[in-house]
């Protein structure tokens, strides 16, 4: 089957679901907002596979991929908003405009030019958006999406304002302000403050965090999905030193469960 072909078909099933006579009552009751979670729950899995290398599941998870962009494609087509071509068509002309190289006459012949040369453009396109940013968002901070996950948010903010030069100059001041905003947030707990002000500090330390993970150039989401795998892989040899003591987990004692944690890293230890 053609690549048309297998899109063709795609496209029909997506049609023949959304059908109000006789099409899926799931699929037919859903929304671009129902459908979101979904779209970006699906995006996480990709990456998933990727780091697992594991190429058949990667085919798996880049179709539901498709399927989502193909879903919101139909229900805007229904709503006389835009259609699959029009999505498709609108990416071509962006990738077109921003390889000027390949499909212009701009001459470069090193990747960090062709690096240089996407970022003017995409500051051209910004600047465009920018004169239609509402007048309570900085035109530096403008279009960073707020569908982003948290942290990652906070670097792309945190990377718009050091373009204008608000940053700070090395790692130092950021281990400083971090402590600065522990401290805050101890008080605040301290002093029996609202769920409201313990959530703002708990937000400006979070913040802080991931302004250091940008000045060590780390992403500060992978890190913490690095902590989440060691956190699940670690709890799971410490369920199964419980076992083979004879022990089941939930009649065990803080004590005794922090007792196999420690066990669990230094069998860690060991295996490295």
């Known amino acids: 089957m053609s690549s048309n ?34 779209t ?24 539901d991929l ?17 259609d699959f071509e029009a999505v498709a068509d609108g990416i071509s002309d962006k990738l077109i405009r921003r390889h000027p190289h390949v499909f212009g006459d701009v001459q470069v012949d090193k990747p960090d030019a062709v690096h240089v040369n996407w970022e003017s453009i995409k500051a051209a396109e910004r600047a465009e958006k920018e004169k239609q940013s509402p007048p309570d968002i900085s035109p530096v901070l403008a279009g960073v999406t707020s569908g982003l996950p948290g942290l990652t948010r906070a670097v792309k903010l945190q990377n ?17 302000k971090i402590r600065e905003e522990l401290h805050e947030l101890e008080q605040e707990i301290q002093n029996n403050g609202s769920s409201e002000s313990i959530t703002e500090e708990f937000g400006d330390f979070l913040f802080v965090v991931a302004n250091l993970a940008r000045h060590l150039k780390l992403d500060p989401e992978d890190c913490l999905r690095f902590a989440n795998r060691k956190f699940e892989k670690r709890f799971s040899s410490m369920e199964n030193i419980l076992k083979s003591d004879g022990k089941d987990l939930a009649d065990c004692d803080l004590a005794t469960m922090d007792a196999a944690w420690n066990k669990a890293k230094d069998l860690e230890k060991i295996a490295d």
């Open 5 to 38: 072909a297998a899109l063709e078909r795609l496209l029909g099933i997506m049609a023949k679901l959304r059908d109000p006579d006789g099409g899926c009552p799931w699929d037919l009751e859903q929304s671009f907002a129902t459908i979101a979670p979904y």
């Open 160 to 176: 718009r304002a050091a373009r204008v030069g608000f940053d700070w100059p090395d790692k130092a001041p950021v281990f400083s």
């Open 66 to 82: 498709l399927l989502q962009v193909v879903f919101h494609s139909r229900m805007a087509e229904e709503a006389g908003l835009f």
């Open 40 to 63: 970006i729950e699906e995006a996480y899995e990709v990456e998933d596979a990727i780091r697992r290398n594991d190429m058949p599941a990667l085919r798996d998870e880049l179709g």
